[in-house]
């Protein structure tokens, strides 16, 4: 069974239900997808028995030893990625897109297209099960292929260590890096807070796994922080059939323990949001 973790925007509190759920009693796959702003494996430091590279995209090189600094890149590049500087044609690792374009009108072919072997996969045990994350490094491309291939990997590690639960911290928004991680998966489990922005978000979210047919369940986070705009939360969940699994408190021992990289249910097992994160998820399993 694969339940992903997933919210409409950043600070939800999203990865601390995740790193909950994947601390209950049972042994599981814990998948971080957030590729993008990984921090699973700060707080769980799991072993690396695996390291892959990731390629992504290619980027820009200059050979300087052909090159004349005529310029005719730094006009095309439009991405203004290759500029003059000390009056020395340059290209920023960062800026550069890889589009190939000034590999190709380069006249002394002094330009040449490289790998980006910076991002990784790893894979590895952590101590309650395995764990799979990735690194995209900064700048790079196609986070949503790299979050495939973690999924991939998550689902062998699963099937090879009898591991039933595969809990995915996904990455926050709706681009492509999410549809990646909610395809296919038993049961979405979307993040909400009680803003203005959280409602918006929570229904563009909603709009995304509708048209995959998945089983969507909400939790509301820190609900007691606007208990108005939470019901409101609440009544539109309603109105189109979807269940709110919890409305969890705000409290800062849940701060406390990612501080101490653990869960709350790691720190405080007996607490009232250990409680309700436990339901959550006995509901959305058995659901």
Same mark, same amino acid.
């Given at each position: 069974m694969e339940i992903a973790v997933i919210s409409g925007k950043g600070g939800t509190g999203k990865s601390s239900i995740s790193a909950a759920f994947?601390?209950?009693? #049972?042994?599981?796959?814990? $998948?971080?997808?957030?590729?993008?702003?990984?921090n699973m494996y700060i707080l769980f430091n799991p072993t690396h028995e695996e390291e892959q590279v990731y390629i992504g995209s290619q980027k820009a090189v200059i050979y300087y030893s052909l090159c004349t600094n005529c310029g005719l890149c730094v006009d095309y590049c439009r991405f203004n990625a290759i500029s003059f500087i000390n009056n020395k044609v340059e290209i920023s690792e960062i800026s550069c897109d890889g589009c190939k374009l000034c590999s190709r009108i380069c006249p002394t072919k002094a !330009?040449?297209?490289?790998?980006?072997?910076?991002?990784?996969?790893?894979?590895?045990?952590?101590?309650?099960?395995?764990?799979? +994350?990735?690194?995209?490094?900064?700048? #790079? &491309?196609?986070?949503g292929k790299l979050v495939? !291939?973690?999924?991939?990997?998550?689902?062998?590690?699963?099937? #090879?260590?009898? %591991?039933?639960? !595969?809990?995915?911290?996904?990455?926050?928004?709706?681009?492509?890096?999410?549809?990646?991680?909610?395809?296919?998966?038993? @049961?979405?489990?979307?993040?909400? &807070?009680?803003?203005?922005?959280?409602? @918006?978000? %929570?229904?563009r979210t909603i709009e995304?796994?509708?048209?995959?047919? %998945?089983?969507?369940?909400?939790?509301?986070?820190? +609900?007691?922080?606007?208990? &108005?705009? $939470? +019901?409101?939360? &609440?009544?539109?969940?309603?109105?189109?059939? !979807?269940?709110?699994? $919890?409305?969890?408190?705000?409290?800062?021992k849940v701060v406390e323990a990612m501080v101490h990289c653990k869960s709350i249910i790691e720190l405080n097992p007996s607490s009232e949001i250990s409680h309700l994160i436990k339901n959550a998820y006995t509901l959305i399993t058995n659901g």
């Amino acid at each position: 069974m694969e339940i992903a973790v997933i919210s409409g925007k950043g600070g939800t509190g999203k990865s601390s239900i995740s790193a909950a759920f994947a601390t209950l009693s #049972e042994k599981v796959v814990l $998948a971080d997808c957030d590729v993008d702003a990984a921090n699973m494996y700060i707080l769980f430091n799991p072993t690396h028995e695996e390291e892959q590279v990731y390629i992504g995209s290619q980027k820009a090189v200059i050979y300087y030893s052909l090159c004349t600094n005529c310029g005719l890149c730094v006009d095309y590049c439009r991405f203004n990625a290759i500029s003059f500087i000390n009056n020395k044609v340059e290209i920023s690792e960062i800026s550069c897109d890889g589009c190939k374009l000034c590999s190709r009108i380069c006249p002394t072919k002094a !330009i040449t297209m490289v790998d980006s072997d910076k991002s990784r996969m790893y894979s590895g045990t952590f101590r309650n099960g395995k764990m799979v +994350y990735g690194r995209l490094a900064p700048g #790079e &491309e196609n986070s949503g292929k790299l979050v495939n !291939i973690i999924r991939d990997k998550a689902k062998k590690v699963s099937k #090879e260590n009898n %591991l039933n639960t !595969i809990i995915i911290d996904g990455p926050p928004g709706i681009g492509c890096p999410v549809i990646s991680t909610i395809t296919g998966v038993n @049961h979405v489990v979307i993040i909400t &807070e009680p803003t203005i922005s959280g409602l @918006h978000d %929570l229904k563009r979210t909603i709009e995304i796994t509708s048209k995959f047919n %998945l089983k969507t369940w909400v939790i509301i986070n820190k +609900y007691d922080l606007n208990v &108005e705009k $939470a +019901y409101q939360i &609440e009544k539109y969940c309603s109105s189109i059939n !979807i269940k709110v699994a $919890a409305k969890i408190p705000f409290d800062a021992k849940v701060v406390e323990a990612m501080v101490h990289c653990k869960s709350i249910i790691e720190l405080n097992p007996s607490s009232e949001i250990s409680h309700l994160i436990k339901n959550a998820y006995t509901l959305i399993t058995n659901g």
